[in-house]
């Protein structure tokens, strides 16, 4: 049921929209070429040629590894932690991750160990390294909230995890194209999306692998070149991209990442949001990222509701995907209200909030009103 | 009578968006059989109501358009679209 009205998006931790032109350009054009690597003659090395500049683009944005292109961050983490090997006698989760990071660590059959947190949901360094499992060999965190935008102290965690003999995956969902570049240290594997924070098209997404990580790979098929092997080659990024690229998708990623590179301020938009929001009386868990919380003093999905409906204000309730996120919180129950900007959120959309806001608070303090 | 069925985000009830052949008005709401509780907000931009029938569903829209949205509970969520369905027909009868 579309409706015509024009409303005003508050959920980029889910995706940014509008997206990049630029990005939507190189899609455009790319859609019109022929599938990279396959073959030697100059149609596809054209087409190769827009994959090797989007995978230096999107290099920049997270240094770390090889970047292998995926169809998006859950497919990245899928291949990651299911494609650990050995597989993990015991995998160490952050406390806020998504689902993306708990089912498949839950499919892994491995015992499972929640970090230890603060109330807010950062890791407690101090208690974690007090209180480290001898058996854990990996560990997936989330570097950002898509609850409460808190960041999580990836560095240290990855000096104290290597120090006991460990590896450390990083979902980076919400804070690749807004930490930029990630400096996250000595990681194994970083997984991301095109579509959130990059404000590149869905459909794409890297998993970027340090040398010397090889993983078992979770779909095998043509890479374009050696065909008469019985395997995939044991080199990223062709061991992880089997099958036809994406060039579309590719394309406006790389696009997306460059200008990702435009010194955007995200701490400054969290503080703008916290602020709308605290204007309107509402206490924000919040973090570093442009993304918070709310109780909105009532159903959160009311709320939501009640905002799209009269004051064209797009949210999103519930557990936001991130069950394990709201334990930490306390509010498993019935999930929460979330806020999130991005880079084409305007003063002038951060009044309109909390105005809506203002409406809403005003509802759940009279909920017999008739 | 258009309906639209969405799995609600914490894993339990329904949520049924219909959209009615005409806009509510506020009689509509007085054929709602079994509401114990019923919230009309005119001081809003738009007038927004939401009607609770103890454990069957909340409904919710806006007085003067014509889409609503259930929230059917856990209890008979597989009834959801019937229950919405019929509730949306008593709204839409004529007045006697």
Redesign the interface.
């Known amino acids: 049921?579309s409706t015509a009205r024009v409303s005003t998006y508050f959920d980029h931790a889910a995706t940014s929209v509008p997206r990049w032109p630029t990005a939507i350009e190189a899609a455009v054009e790319a859609a019109s070429q022929v599938t990279p690597g396959r073959g030697m003659h100059g149609m596809q090395q054209v087409a190769m040629a827009v994959v090797e500049r989007a995978r230096a683009d999107v290099h920049a944005l997270c240094p770390t590894g090889t970047v292998c292109f995926m169809s998006g961050a859950t497919h990245a983490l899928n291949q990651a932690i299911l494609g650990w090997r050995p597989a993990p006698r015991r995998i160490a989760l952050g406390p806020m991750v998504h689902n993306a990071v708990r089912r498949p660590a839950l499919a892994c059959g491995s015992l499972l160990w929640t970090l230890p947190a603060t109330a807010q949901g950062r890791v407690d360094l101090e208690r974690t390294a007090g209180e480290w499992p001898e058996d854990v060999d990996l560990v997936v965190i989330s570097h950002g909230s898509n609850v409460t935008g808190i960041l999580q102290p990836v560095a240290a965690l990855v000096d104290l995890a290597r120090a006991r003999g460990a590896e450390v995956i990083v979902d980076a969902a919400q804070t690749a194209g807004y930490v930029v570049p990630l400096d996250l240290g000595d990681v194994a594997l970083v997984a991301f999306s095109a579509h959130k924070g990059v404000a590149g098209l869905p459909g794409a997404g890297a998993l970027v692998v340090r040398e010397g990580v090889r993983l078992e790979p979770l779909i095998r098929g043509g890479v374009g070149h050696d065909s008469s092997a019985a395997d995939v080659p044991d080199e990223p990024p062709a061991r992880y991209e089997s099958g036809t690229p994406n060039l579309p998708g590719i394309a406006a990623f790389g696009a997306a990442a460059r200008a990702c590179q435009d010194g955007w301020d995200f701490r400054a938009a969290s503080a703008a949001l916290v602020s709308a929001v605290e204007a309107a009386g509402f206490a924000p868990l919040s973090g570093a990222l442009p993304v918070v919380s709310i109780d909105p003093g009532m159903?959160p999905?009311?709320a939501e509701?009640?905002l799209d409906?009269?004051?064209d204000v797009v949210t999103r309730?519930?557990?936001?995907c991130s069950p394990s996120a709201h334990e930490t919180l306390g509010t498993e129950s019935?999930?929460t209200l979330r806020l999130s900007i991005g880079r084409s959120t305007t003063p002038a959309d951060l009044e309109t909030l909390t105005r809506a806001l203002i409406?809403l608070r005003?509802?759940s303090s009279?909920?017999?009103?008739? | 009578m258009?309906v639209?069925v969405q799995k609600?985000?914490?894993g339990g009830e329904r949520?049924i968006?219909v959209?009615l052949p005409r806009a509510v008005e506020l009689p509509d709401l007085d054929r709602v059989e079994g509401c114990e509780?019923?919230?009309?907000?005119?001081?809003?931009?738009?007038p927004?109501f939401?009607l609770d029938v103890p454990g069957s569903f909340?409904l919710?829209?806006?007085i003067g358009?014509p889409?609503v949205?259930f929230?059917v509970r856990l209890a008979v969520r597989e009834r959801a679209v019937e229950l919405a369905l019929a509730a949306c027909e008593r709204m839409m009868e004529p007045d006697p």
Do not use: N, W, Y
């Open positions: 049921m159903a999905d009311v509701d009640l409906r009269v004051f309730s519930g557990l936001h019935s999930g409406g005003e509802v009279h909920p017999g009103a008739d | 258009e639209l609600d985000c914490l949520k968006e959209r509780q019923r919230t009309v907000l005119h001081s809003l931009p738009r927004f939401r909340s919710s829209g806006i358009e889409r949205r929230t």
